[in-house]
Every structure is written in C-alpha cells, then in structure tokens.
C-alpha cells in the first residue's frame, strides 16, 4: 500500500493567494482527517470525515479555510486568501473503522507564506 | 514529554542504551493512548497503543505503561538505535467519539 499521499509537498505562495492541498487517502480508509502542525501549538486538528462526509470542522481557524472530500479516495483543503501566519506544515491522515484509532499520516505539505 | 512553546524537551541517549519517554495526560476519563514518531522532513508514523484497561503493552523493542493512577504515560526503547532519532508524540482520546488529542512531543536523540 502506498500510504496516505498529499500534493504539494513544498508550497511558497505570497499573502493573497489561494492554496489548495491535496490528499489520496489508504484505500479502504473511511476516515479522513487534515492536521495543522507548527513548533507553537503542535500538532491541531482541524476538521474530519467520516464516508466523505464533514464531521467536525470546528478546528478550522476561520472562513478562509476551506475542506472538501468528493469521493472516498480524494480530499482537498483549501485557504483562500493565504496569511502568512498560515505557514504550517499540513498532515492528511486516514484510519478506518473506529474512529481515532490509528491514524495514518501523510508525509505533510510545507506551505510558506511570504 | 509537554511542550513549552518552540522549545522541545529533549532525552539524549548512547546508543544500545535503553530510552525511556514520559507524557502526562490531562483526562483521567481518557481511554485510548497512542505513540508516534515523526522524523524530519516526514509525517507522524505509527508506534504503539493501548487502551485504558490494560497498564502496558509491548511490541518489537518498545513498550507502552500506563499508570491511570497518576495520568502518566511512557514509552520504552529497548537498545536504543540511531534510527529512533526523533520526534515522539504521545496522544489521548477521551472515548471512542472524541479525537485524538496530541501532546507537545520530545525529541529522542540518540549519540553513537
């Protein structure tokens, strides 16, 4: 199995612009779930799914952000416009059945904001 | 392991020594704990669980105690290697419909 994959793993954008991220989850998986992670508040959730369907967005920091998941092997985060305080590494992980128990991350997107 | 802010708590070790990481969770409710190590450069990676109904668990050169009397949690590395040079993160659920809820991390190092 190739594990959760995300795309891009490297994003430099300016203040302003839209930044989507994207993730391909483990096949089979029937959870979906985006983290934020920075040195100051490690590691934070921010908004789950549970058969494609959002179950909890109440990480998400405000109205620029944006998740979608349109089928079972495909979810995108988006941020529109971009802050710099947005600079994180995003985490996409996927777990399947009970719900989190074992969640499987992917190897992150580094997004800067200049 | 808590985090203080940008700075990780940091367990140098010899390698072949044993590595012993420690993590206070806040719930005594909680009923789910979990281990994770993140290299740089990669995502958090699976190491061991448990759930509140057993006090430890043991996999291939690691074992996870828990001690629900104090909220305490720790993962031991037998033989330490350089390869367990990493980030750890212990994490708690509160029950089943709840989500996982990261601690600060502490980072292993492992001198040769």
């Known amino acids: 199995d190739a594990g959760v994959i995300q795309s891009p793993r490297h994003e430099v954008t300016e203040m302003g612009q839209e930044v989507t991220l994207r993730c391909k989850p483990i096949?089979?998986?029937?959870?979906l779930f985006w983290y934020r992670q920075t040195m100051m508040r490690g590691l934070e959730l921010l908004i789950y799914?549970?058969?494609?369907?959002?179950?909890?967005d109440s990480g998400m920091p405000e109205d620029r952000f944006s998740a979608k998941m349109p089928n079972a092997s495909f979810s995108t985060l988006k941020i529109q416009p971009s802050e710099p305080r947005d600079s994180a590494v995003y985490f996409c992980?996927?777990?399947?059945?009970?719900?989190?128990?074992?969640?499987?991350f992917g190897s992150g997107t580094q997004l800067s904001v200049l | 392991g808590e985090s203080v802010g940008l700075h990780l708590p940091t367990l140098s070790v010899q390698e072949g020594d044993n590595s012993i990481i420690n993590c206070a969770y806040s719930?005594?409710?909680?009923?789910?704990f979990i281990w994770y190590k993140q290299e740089s450069g990669k995502g958090p990676q699976f190491i061991i669980d448990?759930?509140?109904?057993?006090d430890k668990r043991q996999g291939q050169r690691v074992t996870v105690l828990l001690n629900k009397t104090v909220k305490h949690l720790s993962l031991q590395i037998a033989a330490t290697q350089p390869g367990d040079s990493a980030v750890y993160f212990c994490?708690?659920?509160?029950?089943?419909?709840?989500?996982?809820?990261f601690g600060g991390g502490t980072r292993l190092m492992v001198k040769p």
């Open positions: 992980a996927s777990s399947f059945g009970q719900t989190n128990e074992k969640l499987f």
């Open positions: 096949s089979g998986h029937d959870y």
């Open positions: 799914f549970n058969n494609n369907v959002p179950i909890d």
């Open positions: 719930n005594s409710a909680s009923d789910y």
């Open positions: 448990i759930r509140s109904n057993m």
């Open positions: 994490a708690e659920r509160y029950n089943a419909g709840n989500m996982l809820t």
